[in-house]
């Protein structure tokens, strides 16, 4: 979603939902799921990735009138799944499951390394869990990281570093660990 021709069209889309257009909303749907999908999963997993999709989109479609500004659909869409996938982390026991079976040995090192990543970054602060996905996972611009987190761009940056070394030390140490 960075080029700006997917923009230009979302813009055109969300200005025609927010009109109460419901094929525009299933557009803006369409346009925008597998950016949510990315980051509802970075953070709730695959277990409850679809619980949050489908609450933030219902937030979505209630809350689209009182987006202001178009441009910035895709940093309030990021945030809405951010509040959604905190609420329903924090109604959950902390626990997930694994995968019934693991088919080769390739796969059962890669999920190590991503259980290994799922607790480092479970042990970062909020902000850099967030700050890390919306840039490393999503990509965003520190402009869209900007209005989604609604701090300032310096702040994005700032943070970004931060949260980048924190999690460097988190997988340093649960390397030595795993040594």
């Not at 021709?5 to 346009?31: I, N």
């Not at 953070?43 to 209630?62: F, H, I, T």
């Not at 987006?67 to 659909?73: E, G, I, S, V, W």
């Not at 890390?132 to 761009?153: F, H, K, M, N």
Request: aromatic fraction near 6%; charge should be positive; glycine fraction near 4%.
């Amino acid at each position: 979603m960075t080029a700006p021709k997917d923009r230009q069209r979302l813009m055109g889309q969300v200005v025609l939902a927010q009109a109460g257009d419901r094929v525009a909303f299933e557009e803006v749907f369409r346009l925008t799921v597998d950016h949510a999908r990315k980051l509802a999963y970075s953070l709730v997993g695959p277990n409850l990735c679809d619980d949050v999709l489908q609450e933030s989109y219902l937030l979505v479609y209630r809350k689209l009138h009182q987006l202001k500004d178009p441009r910035a659909f895709i940093g309030w869409l990021c945030r809405l799944v951010l509040h959604v996938a905190y609420r329903q982390q924090k109604s959950l026991p902390d626990h997930q499951e694994l995968p019934e079976a693991l088919s080769s040995e390739g796969d059962s090192n890669s999920l190590v390394d991503s259980i290994v990543l799922r607790r480092a970054l479970s042990g970062l602060h909020q902000k850099d869990r967030d700050v890390l996905a919306l840039r490393e996972l999503l990509g965003l611009s520190y402009e869209d990281i900007s209005q989604t987190l609604q701090v300032p761009v310096g702040t994005v940056r700032s943070r970004l570093n931060k949260a980048r070394q924190r999690l460097a030390e988190r997988l340093k140490s649960s390397d030595t660990i795993r040594s």
